[in-house]
């Protein structure tokens, strides 16, 4: 099975991939190469969000599982205290 991790690298990595029309070459000439910066500049902006978002959505889980950890926990104290 695919970790969310490797998910991840593999969503970024297409997203960067798709922002990468040509190669940058010593030849290459200066419109051609700042278009090219430029898609890519937004190709990493992209990737940069997706990151964030993951993160987000970590962080997310991680404090529902300690919400539900903690009301559990709170609904033992009060069923102790009222044996």
Not at 25 to 30: I, M, W
Not at 33 to 52: K, N
Request: no cysteine; hydrophobic share 40%.
């Amino acid at each position: 099975m695919e970790t969310t991790a490797e998910s991840l690298y593999e969503r970024v990595h297409e997203v960067i991939r798709a922002h990468k029309r040509e190669p940058l070459l010593s030849t290459t000439g200066t419109r051609a190469a700042i278009a090219e910066l430029m898609s890519r500049i937004v190709g990493l902006e992209e990737a940069i969000q997706e990151i964030a978002l993951e993160i987000q959505r970590r962080e997310d889980s991680e404090e529902g599982l300690s919400a539900d950890a903690e009301s559990a926990a709170a609904g033992r104290l009060r069923t102790s205290l009222i044996k």
